[in-house]
């Protein structure tokens, strides 16, 4: 069970932490040292997709995970599993929308963030399989 706590941690980590860090470190920053706006949205435009099915991906392991450490039979059922059904959603509809409607970066957006607002509820969720010390 230590594994499977571990490898949540670090999916979690690594999808809620890139998600968080593109949007509200490294492109501020970019736009702080004075890089052309267009180049900076050229970034962003590379870097979001890869993010979001980054997310989606390790929200499919997170999902694996939950199902074998607690054994439920409805991942629905549970918080933790309603916010990683959210973000398979919103991944699977920005990478739709992104494919077939590239101009519409306010649906994006939002939908980025969505994305990144169920990964921050996730992460104050615990770690399946592991109990909390009261």
């Known amino acids: 069970m230590r594994a499977a706590a571990y490898s949540w941690q670090l999916a ?56 074998q450490a607690e054994r439920l039979p409805a991942l629905w059922r549970d918080s933790r599993g309603q916010l990683l059904l959210a973000v398979l959603v919103m991944a699977s509809v920005y990478l739709a929308v992104n494919a077939l409607a590239p101009g519409a970066e306010r649906w994006l957006l939002f939908n980025y963030l969505v994305v990144a607002l169920c990964g921050i509820l996730l992460v104050l969720q615990p770690v399946p399989g592991v109990q909390r010390r009261s």
């Not at 004075?34 to 997310?55: C, D, K, Q, Y």
């Open 12 to 67: 979690q980590t690594f999808w809620v932490g890139g998600l968080w860090l593109v949007q509200f470190v490294v492109l501020p920053a970019l736009t702080k040292i004075g890089l052309a706006p267009l180049l900076i949205e050229e970034i962003a435009s590379l870097l979001r997709p890869l993010l979001v099915g980054f997310a989606a991906f390790c929200a499919v392991l997170q999902l694996l995970v939950l199902g």
